[in-house]
């Protein structure tokens, strides 16, 4: 069992007293995201609380664009999915994105005695570089985990790993023969990288979406993309700056960073070079390449960066962003966040939407993708990632009993995250934590929802013992727990 989290029914929230309670941090009202404080320190992480004005649409949008509604995938201040309106411009006129005009498909070669020739090489060469990795297709249902830590050998996929150079600090990146690090104009940040970056196209049962990714392994064929863009498709393929199309393949997704990476089987790729983001500086620039509205294709825009470790919801988790003004627009998710050197810094995946914000956008941090990338490589998960093994929702802090005779009295617990289920071998169990006991710290942390508890959790790695203070029978106790690791079947 994984980790699940819900909030209660209809009929819950209305047997809940009394019903007016105030939510606690973390969760929507009266129309707004409300952040939990940031810790205190130079690495604390600052959330995003933008402001909702009465009777607008706030919220997220992912930037994957489809042509067929016109818009893209939009997301209340709650981190769930829903519909927005088409943009309009200064005189509130709607905007139509341009007629999606046809795509090249692929190498075109003549049909003659010497061309036959080619064609028969060019397979026998494609047949010596075939190895495609096994689909992954990411899905939003809960599925079972593997409790247990896992043996110090675990076994890798078949799959290449990312071909990286050793760095002047020893350690493996991935950089372009060309680059020099010298400080470039846009205009050669644009040149020097758009041949690395690729328009995705991503076939689901009714619709088609649209987004961006970028090459980090030439020689296996590796592209880095959103998750969102995506999951649960059918079908994907990308297409080259040159024109040029070939079919792809999902190695694997992460739903908690929005990261996937794909395989294609094609020649002559060009491989970006990965900065670190870890040195991005507020007030720098930033230079963000991709396909906005899905027609605009390899489009250049540029910007500064506005803050750095900011959170924004993705449905259920935060994930860590740092935030620019570079236009971001559907289609724009996946593309790389490129510095003046032109090194790879984020990967654009979303912006927040509203009737009176304008040019703010988010990137995920490329240190942070690259890592989850390569554990999505080599293990088709990202490793090291804790579960408990129970599933919660969020307590009011008030509850109702039934005494041996039916007779139903309210009774008063502790805001948190009540356990509605766990799993009987995992570690939680295994710890004394029961059905009905609210989790209200994790270690130092105050709990006071279940989505608290979950992003909490990620600070965490498998193995690592922490305590939960649980509140049951109108007690305190506090149970030690050595985490589990999650790992999908």
């Given at each position: 069992?994984t980790?699940?989290?819900?909030?209660?029914?209809e009929q819950e929230?209305?047997?809940q007293?009394p019903?007016?309670?105030?939510?606690s941090?973390?969760?929507?009202?009266?129309?707004?995201?409300?952040?939990?404080?940031?810790?205190?320190?130079?690495?604390?992480?600052?959330?995003?609380?933008?402001p909702a004005?009465?009777?607008q649409?706030a919220?997220?949008?992912?930037?994957?664009y489809d042509?067929?509604?016109?818009?893209g995938?939009?997301?209340?201040p709650?981190?769930?999915p829903?519909?927005?309106?088409?943009s309009r411009d200064?005189?509130g006129?709607?905007?139509?994105?341009?007629?999606?005009?046809?795509k090249?498909?692929?190498?075109?070669?003549?049909?003659?005695?010497?061309g036959v020739?080619?064609?028969?090489l060019?397979?026998?060469?494609?047949?010596?570089?075939?190895g495609?990795?096994?689909?992954n297709?990411?899905?939003d249902?809960p599925?079972?985990?593997?409790?247990?830590?896992r043996?110090?050998?675990?076994p890798?996929?078949d799959n290449a790993?990312?071909?990286?150079?050793?760095?002047?600090?020893?350690k493996?990146t991935?950089?372009?023969p060309?680059?020099?690090?010298?400080?470039l104009?846009?205009a050669?940040?644009y040149?020097?990288?758009?041949?690395s970056v690729?328009?995705?196209?991503?076939?689901f049962?009714?619709?088609?979406g649209?987004?961006?990714?970028?090459?980090?392994?030439?020689?296996?064929g590796?592209?880095?993309?959103?998750?969102?863009?995506?999951?649960?498709?059918?079908?994907?393929?990308?297409?080259?700056?040159?024109?040029?199309?070939?079919?792809?393949?999902?190695?694997?997704?992460d739903?908690?960073?929005?990261?996937?990476?794909?395989?294609?089987?094609?020649?002559?790729?060009?491989?970006?070079?990965?900065?670190?983001?870890?040195?991005i500086?507020?007030?720098?620039?930033?230079n963000i390449i991709g396909?906005?509205l899905?027609d605009?294709?390899?489009?250049i825009?540029?910007?500064?960066?506005?803050?750095?470790?900011?959170?924004i919801?993705?449905?259920e988790?935060?994930?860590?962003?740092?935030?620019?003004?570079?236009?971001?627009?559907?289609g724009?998710s996946g593309?790389?966040?490129?510095?003046d050197?032109g090194?790879?810094?984020?990967i654009?995946?979303?912006?927040?939407?509203?009737?009176?914000?304008?040019g703010?956008c988010?990137c995920?941090?490329?240190?942070d993708?690259?890592a989850?990338a390569?554990d999505?490589?080599?293990?088709?998960?990202v490793?090291?990632?804790?579960?408990f093994?129970?599933?919660?929702?969020?307590?009011?802090?008030?509850?109702?009993?039934?005494?041996?005779?039916?007779?139903?009295?309210?009774v008063e617990?502790?805001?948190?995250?009540v356990?509605?289920r766990?799993d009987e071998?995992?570690?939680?169990?295994?710890?004394?934590?029961?059905?009905g006991?609210?989790?209200?710290?994790?270690?130092?942390?105050k709990?006071?929802?279940?989505?608290?508890?979950?992003?909490?959790k990620?600070?965490y790695?498998?193995?690592?013992t922490?305590t939960?203070?649980v509140?049951r029978?109108e007690?305190?106790?506090?149970?030690?727990?050595?985490?589990?690791?999650?790992?999908?079947?």
């Amino acid at each position: 069992m994984t980790d699940e989290y819900r909030d209660p029914t209809e009929q819950e929230r209305n047997e809940q007293v009394p019903p007016a309670t105030t939510e606690s941090a973390g969760t929507e009202q009266a129309g707004r995201y409300e952040a939990p404080a940031a810790p205190v320190g130079d690495a604390a992480e600052e959330k995003v609380t933008p402001p909702a004005q009465s009777g607008q649409s706030a919220g997220f949008w992912n930037g994957a664009y489809d042509p067929r509604t016109q818009t893209g995938q939009h997301y209340a201040p709650d981190g769930s999915p829903r519909p927005a309106a088409m943009s309009r411009d200064a005189w509130g006129n709607p905007i139509q994105p341009p007629a999606p005009k046809k795509k090249k498909t692929g190498l075109i070669v003549g049909i003659s005695i010497a061309g036959v020739a080619y064609l028969v090489l060019l397979a026998l060469v494609l047949v010596m570089l075939s190895g495609r990795g096994v689909v992954n297709k990411p899905t939003d249902a809960p599925v079972d985990v593997e409790q247990g830590e896992r043996a110090e050998t675990e076994p890798k996929r078949d799959n290449a790993p990312i071909v990286t150079e050793k760095g002047k600090d020893g350690k493996g990146t991935i950089v372009n023969p060309d680059y020099t690090g010298e400080v470039l104009t846009p205009a050669e940040v644009y040149k020097s990288n758009v041949d690395s970056v690729v328009y995705v196209e991503a076939l689901f049962s009714n619709k088609k979406g649209m987004g961006s990714g970028f090459v980090i392994d030439d020689e296996n064929g590796y592209i880095l993309t959103n998750h969102h863009v995506v999951s649960g498709s059918e079908e994907v393929s990308v297409t080259l700056n040159n024109g040029d199309s070939y079919e792809a393949t999902v190695i694997g997704g992460d739903e908690i960073n929005d990261i996937a990476v794909l395989k294609v089987e094609a020649p002559h790729l060009r491989k970006v070079t990965i900065g670190d983001s870890d040195k991005i500086e507020i007030g720098s620039y930033v230079n963000i390449i991709g396909n906005p509205l899905g027609d605009l294709t390899f489009t250049i825009t540029r910007g500064v960066i506005g803050g750095v470790a900011r959170s924004i919801p993705n449905g259920e988790y935060n994930v860590k962003v740092f935030q620019t003004d570079a236009a971001i627009n559907g289609g724009n998710s996946g593309g790389p966040a490129l510095d003046d050197t032109g090194a790879v810094i984020g990967i654009a995946s979303a912006k927040y939407a509203d009737i009176a914000v304008e040019g703010i956008c988010f990137c995920i941090p490329i240190n942070d993708a690259i890592a989850v990338a390569k554990d999505l490589v080599d293990y088709g998960y990202v490793k090291g990632r804790p579960n408990f093994g129970v599933v919660v929702s969020t307590s009011s802090g008030y509850a109702y009993s039934t005494d041996p005779f039916g007779r139903r009295t309210i009774v008063e617990t502790m805001p948190g995250a009540v356990v509605e289920r766990i799993d009987e071998n995992g570690c939680a169990a295994k710890a004394g934590l029961k059905v009905g006991d609210v989790i209200t710290k994790l270690g130092d942390v105050k709990i006071n929802s279940a989505a608290k508890l979950i992003n909490e959790k990620l600070n965490y790695k498998a193995g690592d013992t922490v305590t939960l203070t649980v509140f049951r029978d109108e007690q305190e106790l506090t149970l030690t727990v050595t985490l589990d690791e999650y790992k999908p079947d």
